[in-house]
């Protein structure tokens, strides 16, 4: 599947010479979905980074992670004390976020399968009525828990930027996106994989 959506890329961005040499440069995309923690600790650990470089967000969760010791979320959420939070990195708006979380999963909100079952528009506008959790966090919800291979998050500005490098900065970037359907995600992912290996 990946040789098959990276030709359907390639073969997409002729229009673009720039974009198309990147994407050649990048190579296949291989699925993303990462499922190793549940949801409600993953919707947690992306409002962690929300706004942080990957370092930092990697700094903090590990902290939370020590600090918690394997205790279930929900009742350790309900312990500890901001004080406590903060001493792991969180501002306190991403401890109410991650407070709301453990809410919603205690509420049944969160239930794997129901929320995999959704497609992207129905997934968000259920993460999203938890205070604190965006179209940007649905987004990465969906690209790399959920493996939705058609979701091109515009919110996310090293991927929009990008991709306006590539294509020219008067360019709508939805737009643009919406010509690599169904395979999104993978563009967006090899946007991000650009950046990382300084490809531009």
């Known amino acids: ?50 706004q942080l470089s990957v370092a930092a967000a990697d700094t903090i969760w590990s902290r939370f992670e020590a600090f918690r010791a394997q205790r279930p979320l929900v009742p350790f959420l309900a312990k500890v004390t901001d004080a406590d939070l903060r001493g792991c990195g969180l501002s306190f708006a991403k401890i109410r976020s991650i407070r709301a979380i453990a809410q919603a999963a205690e509420r049944g909100q969160l239930e794997t399968g129901r929320v995999m079952r959704m497609d992207h528009v129905d997934r968000t506008a259920c993460l999203t009525q938890i205070p604190g959790v965006g179209p940007w966090t649905a987004d990465m919800i969906g690209i790399f828990y959920c493996g939705d291979p058609d979701i091109w998050p515009d919110g996310d500005l090293v991927a929009r930027r990008t991709l306006q490098v590539l294509v020219g900065k008067r360019s709508n970037t939805v737009h643009v996106a919406l010509t690599f359907s169904p395979w999104r995600s993978r563009l967006a992912m090899a946007m991000w994989r650009a950046v990382d290996q300084e490809l531009l």
């Open 1 to 50: 599947m990946s040789a098959k959506s990276h030709q359907f890329l390639l073969d997409t961005a002729a229009r673009w010479p720039k974009l198309h040499r990147v994407l050649e440069s990048v190579g296949p995309i291989h699925r993303q979905a990462r499922r190793n923690l549940p949801l409600p600790e993953s919707l947690c650990r992306a409002v962690a980074g929300q």
